[in-house]
């Protein structure tokens, strides 16, 4: 009996790769294991090696494995690309369609299963994916029943013959495999699973169901890898709640569309990644300027200009930050969970009309489409807060004057009016203004307007601004990260700690303005400090150093070939330091 | 009920004396208070440029913005809040250059929104360089050998793109002018006005007298028909686009917000922003 498994299919992109993983994992996320689910895949739709990588546990899981126990291949490729991979009990089904061929230097083994011949004596070659499950499920000793529900809700609309058909597919594949377990393929039973129904998403499908709790109810947005999935999903959804989504003809539309509707009083989103992020950054400015909220998704991918489109990296945290000419106001946001990225879209609404900024929500192509088990969303904790947002009748104001917009406040932020509102006519623009957002250029209300917006967010109230795992006062290792990168550091400190190393965590979700209080005696109290992160340039082991000094113990620790970290290589990296 | 002086606020517009943007200013505030709208009940969305700075010049709510972005602007607040009027205006850059693309896609989206375009084939605020509405050899700052590139003409691409209503209008004719921005607030979907606003600091080609001997007005077109989108084009090509009223309007084809699968009905604005519980519940049931 095993506690968890690593499980990967891989072919040639368009071949149903996706789909073969899809209801794997559906099906075993519903008995009640853990998952976590990770797609390499290639900017192209038909051709190119894709795989699926899917681990299955009892408990927990947050990131992709080391290793692996079982690989299904549907061409030579995936075997060459993936074998090193499994380890020495390693199990290869490949399809005997294309005489696969076990590399020399690998203990695994290779069984060769007629996927495609046996799908197609039962009527469509397509069903060479289902006879892969049934495979699998043999080794795996599962009851190909838990696959109906699944291939039924698939193949459903399309006919009871069909999916009839595709679990017929599974069994044979089942029975196949079966049949020649007798000469000597391993099993691998996997411990029974607690048997809970919990949601299997991506970080995309939760910043878009955050989104919805928060009240968004209009989205502007442009096609992008990898954000589209939070369009497509609120198109679906928010026509229920008498809202829509407007495929933009570029970025720059998305964004001032968005500051457009925000301005007239609806919380409204948009989201791309980096390139579109590029183009967004005058609008973030105006947004800036002119006090209107703007909740924006940025899901970070390999950069620079097209860079890897279809792949992790963590580079644009600088360009969050600073990104736009000029000074203004900002809140960043790194949600490091799924679950994390359902409450923090929700609340960067409330931020964001609070303070009357803009705020980015911050995720990578690791959360965005890492598909995972994740527990329960409590819906009743998102609340709505809308800041000095004013409502009812407003006291009269003199005529031919202007509602005070831009008044200059204690706390910087002013009262807000939207159009439509009797005695709240004000003039609203990106030209430094007055407090009834008249045009001026005085050095002293330049000052004060300046001041104003600075101080807004001097003292932001956000949640949990950093998620700290630190039992330790005097830690031999601070790891510091954010994003995606706390699944594999929290699976690196467990085996550090094994060996006896004192280790504490902090990853940043706040990330601007940065929460040195909460970081400082952290740095402070540790040995060294590792910053994890998917960059070349090491840019939050730079803003660390910037906000809380102590750049002597900051080792950097960066990887920036377009893979996501796996738990050995910062495990390995923090033992070199001892 | 508003008059137009209920438009009037008290600032001074900066642009100089005999600017055709001064009577654009006074055609709207006419025109909203004709359509009987009350000023919270307008929103003027302007872009970068001497024209952008009309939003600020009248008594409604205004966003004076990026160069070349009112249009996305206001079909956001339109979109937010179907119940306001809003009207985008700018000039012949900012709609017709840095802002083009969105020009075209507004035209073909049709959100109810009217754009004035204040076009005066010439960069004024930036003192003085070519414009995608110069003409050819048109000597600039920017082009002191005159302009090699063809000007666009703005009338004809928006019937190629499938706009519902095209007018045009000279600066000076106040009366017209008027009436073709309330046909546009009336106008069920974009209405595009583009209107021939006089550079007096920067043009010297393009001047009062220039238009005054080179308009035609539709009016004196016999039997001219703007619900003929075939004749509309021909006209235009006729008369080098040089023509003034309404160029075209197609009644029939629905604005975007009639055609929105759920849009609901009041403004998005009074739309709940809480979650109902059953609700939440059916959309995470989705994922399981």
Known sequence: MIKQLSWKVGGQQGEGIESTGEIFAIALNRLGYYLYGYRHFSSRIKGGHTNNKIRVSTTEVRTISDDLDILVAFDQETIDVNYKELHSKGIILADAKFNPKKPEDTEASLYAVPFTEIATELGTSLMKNMVAIGATAAVLDLDIQVFEEVVREIFGRKGDQVVAKNMDAIKAGFDNLKANLGAGV??????????????????????????????????????????????????????????????????????????????????????????????????????G???????????????????????????????????????IPKIVLAPSTVEEAFYDTAEAFNLAEEYQVPVIVLSDLQLSLGKQTVEPLDVSKVEIRRGKLLTGDLPEIEAK???????????????????????GIHHVTGVEHAETGKPSESAENRKAQMDKRMRKVENIRFNMPVYKNAKHEDADILFVGFNSTRGVIEEAMGRLEKDGLKVNHAHIRLIHPFPTDEVLPLVQSAKKVVVVENNATGQLANILKMNVGHANKIVKHVKYDGNPFLPHEVYSKAKELF | ??????????????????????????????????????????????????????????????????????????????????????????????????????????????????????????????????????????????????SIEQAISPMELALTAGATFVAQSFSTDLKDLTALIEAGINHKGFSLINVFSPCVTYNKVNTYDWFKENLTKLSDVEGYDPHNREEAMQTLMKHNGLVTGLIYQNTERKSYQELVHGYAEAPLTQADLGLDQNYFDKLVAEFM
């Open chain 1, 289 to 327: 300027m002119t006090e209107t909220p703007l909740v924006i998704v940025d899901t970070q991918r390999g950069g620079p200009s097209t860079g890897l489109p279809t792949k992790q990296e963590q580079s644009d945290l600088m360009a969050m930050i600073y990104g736009t000419h000029g000074e």
């Open chain 2, 1 to 146: 009920m508003a008059t137009f002086k209920d438009f009037r606020n008290d600032v001074k517009p900066n642009w100089c004396p005999g600017c055709g943007d001064f009577s654009v200013q006074a055609a709207i505030q006419r025109a909203a208070a004709n359509v009987g709208l009350e000023p919270e009940n307008l929103a003027v969305i302007s872009g970068i440029g001497c024209s952008g700075r009309i939003s600020g010049y009248i008594n409604s709510y205004g966003f004076h913005g990026i160069h070349g972005r009112s249009l996305p602007i206001a079909q956001g607040v339109k979109m937010a809040n179907r119940d306001l009027t809003v009207i985008a205006s700018g000039g012949d850059g900012d709609g017709f250059a840095i802002g083009m693309g969105h020009t075209v896609h507004a035209i073909r989206r049709n959100i109810d929104i009217t754009y004035i375009v204040m076009d005066n084939q010439i960069y004024g605020l930036t003192k003085g360089q070519t414009s995608p509405r110069s003409a050819a050899g048109f000597k600039t700052k920017s082009t002191p050998e005159g």
């Open chain 1, 186 to 287: 391993q099993t691998m039973q996997l411990e029974k699973a607690d048997g809970k129904k919990r949601m299997f998403m991506i970080g995309n499908d939760a910043i878009a169901l955050g989104a919805i709790a928060g009240g968004c109810r209009f989205m502007a947005a442009y096609p992008i890898t990898p954000a589209s999935e939070i369009m497509e999903y609120l198109i679906k959804k928010l026509p229920a709640l008498g809202g829509t989504v407007i495929q933009t003809e570029d970025e720059i539309a998305a964004a001032t569309m968005a500051i457009g509707a925000n301005y007239a009083g609806v919380r409204t989103i948009t989201a791309s990644a980096g390139p579109g992020l590029s183009l967004k950054m005058e609008a973030i400015g105006l947004s």
């Open chain 1, 401 to 423: 004057g202007y509602f005070k917009r831009y008044e200059v406040t204690e706390d910087g932020v002013s009262p807000r009016v939207i159009p439509g509102m009797k005695n």
